[in-house]
């Protein structure tokens, strides 16, 4: 959940994740995004539901995909951008 | 960015910000370089500038750090590289060092004379049953999200463990309009208050930094919280998510968990560059080990802050400042006498912060408190390779050994989450764990091939 209370924002854009329309804020990382969407980002090695860990760039279990260049980022370092297409794992 | 610098600092926390800012004024080429985009570490992980948070990191214990960050930023000269990972470390023919970078437009490559690692820590993954269900989430990264995304990770939250840290995180998500269902703590009450009344002295001299952890707690119980003792995780249940918590007490019902067993170095820097390593603490992993002026044992390649150990963020600031003046000493800009005299009263609060972070890896000490692993417990999350897949392997072999044969290790993480782990399992002290290999961050290999 976004904390409302003395946080002030910019006016949302809009995104995809996994062709669906998700809205984030200036500012947002993709694991941000992700986690207000669910927390299930993916998927592991073993066909599990995979969730986001440390947040802080050092686990890489967040590691998904910007479409359509196909770059492989960490969601938890990565801003979200307007019109951003992101494919899960 | 140029090329050539005379100075990288890998980190802009604590540490790292000191060590820039006991160097101003001698005219190097100085490059920060960190993972985030703006300067502060995990410790103050700044909000997006497109925020306005009011009062953000408000409270008395952070107004120190919040002061350096302000110095800091308003230092110039100096090459802010944020947004950027290490990737590897190396020396190159003419004895300086080249530093490959990953950002969010491809691989870049710079040299610098000398190198400070102030590269900080991370949680320390504690694999217990059902510990990878989506909502279970390392418990400072549950922080990161309340300080810096200002978003918290659930709407019930249980944190659970045995570093202090806990009822700190488990207060701000309460300030931030969420609920904590329980924070756990794994040890007894007396065993705590028994190592805190064995270290007195230590105690009392540092209650400014004890003050915090029992206002936290005064605050969690006037709000409800419950804060439990001596309460021990047996698993973390649910579907395809985290919908309660099995501890020594019964379940709690919670959409998402904080696992707070303490904190490891981040080590991948210094041992790929070939540093003398200790093992770091009670909570494992590896700490670069340093001489006084936070030399390690690689010529030009300097630590401080809690690569060599974790020691919080005041001792961090300490070593930051020691270390550069140990850089300017070596580079010849002070004297011997005049650099000893710089940080004479720096070196007495640090070995205070010392004492204090030596109690505190004692109350928090997770020893014979880690969650008991069920065959399908997966130890190493990136190849999801399972205790009952490891057992054949611990049979004397080394930790390279046992990810040859398992792949525990192997993944994007370089076992960043399952060394530790595997280590206890292997119970050899002797065991280095596993040879850091670049890249020390996953890489597109399109990236490597065609630097910018």
């Known amino acids: ?89 | 960015m140029a090329e050539r610098y005379d100075l990288a600092i890998v980190g802009g926390g604590p540490a790292g910000q000191a060590a820039a800012l006991a160097l101003q004024g001698h005219g190097l080429a100085v490059a920060v370089i960190d993972e985030q985009p703006h300067p502060g570490g995990q410790i103050l992980r700044q909000p997006p500038r497109e925020f306005g948070v009011t009062g953000w990191m408000g409270g008395k214990v952070y107004a120190a750090l919040r002061r350096q960050l302000g110095q800091f930023e308003a230092l110039s000269g100096l090459d802010w590289l944020g947004g950027r990972s290490v990737l590897g470390l190396s020396r190159s023919s003419d004895a300086s060092f080249v530093l490959t970078l990953s950002g969010r437009s491809g691989v870049e490559t710079l040299r610098a004379r000398r190198v400070l690692l102030a590269t900080g820590c991370q949680d320390l993954a504690v694999p217990l049953p059902g510990w990878t269900l989506p909502g279970v989430y390392a418990a400072g990264g549950i922080q990161a999200f309340v300080k810096s995304q200002q978003i918290v990770p659930g709407k019930r939250i249980v944190l659970a463990g045995t570093h202090p840290l806990q009822l700190l995180i488990a207060d701000q998500i309460v300030a931030a309009g969420a609920s904590v269902s329980a924070v756990m703590f794994a040890q007894s009450r007396q065993a705590m208050a028994r190592l805190l009344a064995e270290s007195p002295l230590v105690a009392a001299r540092q209650a400014s930094a004890l003050l915090p952890a029992g206002a936290a707690m005064a605050r969690l119980r006037r709000r409800g919280v419950p804060v439990r003792f001596g309460e021990s995780l047996l698993g973390i249940v649910g579907g395809e998510r985290v919908e309660g918590v099995r501890s020594s007490a019964g379940e709690t019902a919670c959409d998402a968990v904080g696992l707070c067993y303490g904190f490891v170095p981040q080590s991948a820097l210094p041992r790929m560059a070939g540093a003398g390593m200790r093992a770091a603490g009670p909570a494992g992993g590896w700490a670069a080990e340093c001489d006084a002026w936070q030399r390690t044992s690689v010529a030009g390649l300097y630590a401080a802050g809690e690569t060599t150990g974790v020691a919080g963020a005041a001792a961090a600031q300490c070593a930051g400042r020691i270390a550069g003046a140990g850089i300017a000493l070596d580079l010849g800009l002070l004297a011997p006498g005049a650099a000893e005299r710089r940080v004479a009263g720096v070196r007495r609060a640090h070995a205070k912060h010392l004492k204090f972070a030596a109690l505190l890896d004692r109350i928090a000490d997770p020893t014979g408190h880690f969650p008991v692993m069920a065959p399908s417990t997966i130890v190493c999350r990136c190849e999801a390779v399972r205790l009952a897949d490891l057992v054949s392997c611990l049979d004397g072999r080394s930790a390279n050994a046992v990810k040859l044969a398992s792949r525990c290790g192997m993944g994007p993480c370089q076992g960043r989450n399952c060394e530790p782990t595997l280590l206890r399992l292997l119970g050899d002290r002797a065991d280095p764990g596993f040879s850091a290999r670049f890249p020390a961050r996953p890489v597109m290999l399109g990236d490597l091939a065609a630097p910018e």
Not at chain 1, 12 to 24: D, I
């Open chain 1, 1 to 89: 959940m976004r904390i409302e209370s003395k946080v002030e924002r910019q006016a949302p854009f809009s995104l995809q994740v996994e062709g669906e329309t998700l809205r984030a804020y200036p500012g947002e990382t993709i694991a941000t995004v992700l986690v207000e969407r669910s927390p299930v980002i993916g998927h592991m090695a073993n066909g599990d539901a995979q969730g986001l860990f440390c947040n802080m760039g050092t686990c890489c279990l967040c590691m998904v995909t910007i479409l359509p260049e196909g770059r492989r980022v960490r969601a938890c370092l990565t801003a979200a951008e307007p019109g951003m297409e992101i494919g899960l794992g």
